[in-house]
């Protein structure tokens, strides 16, 4: 009997950023791999562009172009059973000179209110309702959460399960 399952794991964007793994041999192995495109294909087609990246906020525009959904190789297991996967990956980060952080997180998951201290110079320097000011350290707000990656999944989640059904129609008919 050949195992069939689909199986979706964290892979770094938390919920959407996701390693999206299907397991079958034989012709089943075609209607995963193309089920696994068809995904691919509804949220990120290509790099910038799509459902997720359409909805991560615009001020975050080198969030939203540094989007990619990835698709290894097979990998093949036992009994001749091939794992194929899509990866789905935002992966801007802040400025070398700031620590070259992944700051998507905290756009999904907002951030507490902290304090930022200058780090390259005696101060910082910023705008104020458009004047230039300057401090050596400031207390920021925080940010709300903006679980865009949230809002992507309920709009596919209906052709997401249409890929599944098909998929799933797809690898029956093998075995009748």
């Given at each position: 009997m050949t195992q069939k399952f689909m199986e979706i794991e964290t892979a770094g964007l938390e919920k959407v950023q996701r390693a999206i793994q299907t397991t079958a041999t034989g012709d089943s192995a075609?209607?995963?791999?193309q089920a696994i495109r068809n995904i691919r294909n509804l949220i990120v087609p290509a790099k910038g562009i799509g459902r997720l990246?359409?909805?991560?906020p615009?001020?975050?525009?080198k969030l939203a172009d540094s989007t990619i959904g990835i698709i290894p190789p097979p990998i093949f297991g036992a009994a001749k059973s091939v794992i194929y996967s899509l990866i789905?990956?935002?992966d801007a980060k802040t400025?070398?000179?700031?620590g070259a952080k992944f700051y998507?997180?905290?756009?999904?998951?907002g951030t507490k209110a902290h304090d930022i201290k200058a780090r390259l110079a005696s101060v910082l320097?910023?705008?104020?309702?458009?004047?230039?000011?300057?401090?050596?350290?400031?207390?920021h707000p925080g940010t709300s959460p903006n679980p865009y990656h949230l809002k992507t999944l309920r709009e596919v989640s209906s052709q997401l399960n249409a890929i599944?059904?098909?998929m799933g129609a797809n690898i029956a008919q093998k075995f009748r």
């Open positions: 075609k209607s995963s791999q990246a359409n909805n991560t615009k001020i975050t525009r789905v990956k935002q400025p070398q000179e700031y998507g997180k905290f756009v999904r998951e320097a910023f705008k104020v309702g458009g004047i230039d000011a300057f401090a050596a350290n400031v207390r599944y059904r098909r």
